[in-house]
């Protein structure tokens, strides 16, 4: 079961073990763990002294010791790190369970460089703290701004009846003409749907969205909206 674990798994486990033990004043090193797993007294024969599985198994460890440092959640000690000690970051003592813990490897999902710089650094944070809700709301209210600016209408036009004369088959401000009527109204039903479905219901009543791969979903549905959006502006500016 351990060398079968994703190191994102295993890493999630090897957290709360570490975090239980306190043997060298809250310090850990990785070739002291190591020697735990085979070290016995009085020393007995261990199930998993064959070369093969012993090398696995301190693979998957190294692994998940890796995962864990890069994630920044186990950090070099400030007294003598430069021996390879290591010690449990502010956010990794925070961590209640695996569950949380999972939820915060998935929130690492979503690269900041890959968002639109309307949404990179209000909805990155948002996500990054868990607040899920309130980042998917941001994203796809990026976009209704996005949208009011660039077919140039005010602050008094908003919501899905924007988005339907925004790309208004044949004659909205961000409607591509030179594209076959179908798709046009497809472009139109999509801004539409998206605003509807995703962010009018959270600025009339409390959504609880809690699920970090759902927020991730619609956040990176609303950064590609917004990445239209720039295009269609381009085309439309002379």
């Given at each position: 079961m351990?060398?079968?674990?994703?190191?994102?798994?295993?890493?999630g486990?090897l957290?709360?073990v570490?975090?239980?033990r306190?043997?060298?004043?809250?310090?850990?090193?990785?070739?002291?763990l190591?020697?735990?797993?085979?070290?016995t007294?009085?020393?007995?024969?261990?199930?998993?002294?064959?070369?093969?599985?012993?090398?696995?198994?301190?693979?998957a460890?190294?692994?998940?010791?890796?995962?864990?440092?890069?994630?920044?959640l186990?950090?070099?000690?400030?007294e003598?790190?430069?021996?390879?000690?290591?010690?449990?970051?502010?956010?990794?003592?925070?961590f209640?369970?695996?569950?949380?813990?999972a939820?915060?490897s998935?929130?690492?999902?979503?690269?900041?460089?890959?968002?639109?710089?309307?949404?990179a650094?209000?909805?990155?944070?948002?996500?990054?703290?868990?607040?899920?809700?309130?980042?998917?709301?941001q994203?796809?209210?990026a976009?209704?701004?996005?949208?009011?600016?660039?077919a140039?209408y005010g602050n008094?036009?908003f919501?899905?009846?924007m988005?339907?004369d925004?790309?208004?088959?044949?004659?909205?401000?961000?409607?591509?003409?030179g594209a076959?009527?179908g798709?046009?109204?497809?472009?139109?039903e999509v801004?539409?749907?998206?605003?509807?479905?995703?962010?009018?219901?959270?600025?009339?009543?409390?959504?609880?969205?809690d699920?970090p791969?759902?927020?991730?979903?619609?956040?990176?549905?609303?950064?590609?909206?917004?990445?239209i959006v720039?295009?269609?502006?381009k085309?439309?500016s002379p």
């Amino acid at each position: 079961m351990l060398v079968n674990l994703e190191p994102e798994e295993l890493a999630g486990k090897l957290l709360f073990v570490l975090r239980e033990r306190t043997p060298y004043g809250g310090k850990y090193h990785l070739g002291n763990l190591m020697r735990e797993f085979w070290m016995t007294t009085p020393p007995i024969k261990h199930p998993y002294e064959s070369a093969k599985d012993h090398a696995l198994i301190e693979l998957a460890i190294a692994e998940a010791w890796a995962y864990l440092e890069a994630q920044g959640l186990l950090i070099s000690s400030p007294e003598d790190g430069q021996h390879g000690w290591r010690v449990l970051s502010r956010r990794a003592r925070k961590f209640e369970s695996e569950a949380e813990f999972a939820r915060y490897s998935v929130a690492r999902l979503l690269p900041k460089e890959v968002l639109h710089p309307s949404i990179a650094e209000k909805v990155w944070m948002a996500f990054m703290r868990s607040d899920f809700e309130n980042a998917a709301f941001q994203a796809m209210k990026a976009v209704e701004v996005a949208v009011r600016g660039a077919a140039g209408y005010g602050n008094d036009r908003f919501g899905v009846p924007m988005m339907r004369d925004a790309f208004s088959p044949g004659k909205g401000p961000l409607t591509d003409v030179g594209a076959e009527g179908g798709e046009q109204v497809a472009r139109m039903e999509v801004f539409a749907g998206a605003i509807g479905s995703y962010k009018n219901p959270s600025s009339h009543r409390e959504i609880d969205l809690d699920d970090p791969v759902e927020a991730l979903e619609i956040i990176l549905f609303a950064n590609h909206l917004l990445r239209i959006v720039d295009a269609r502006a381009k085309k439309k500016s002379p």
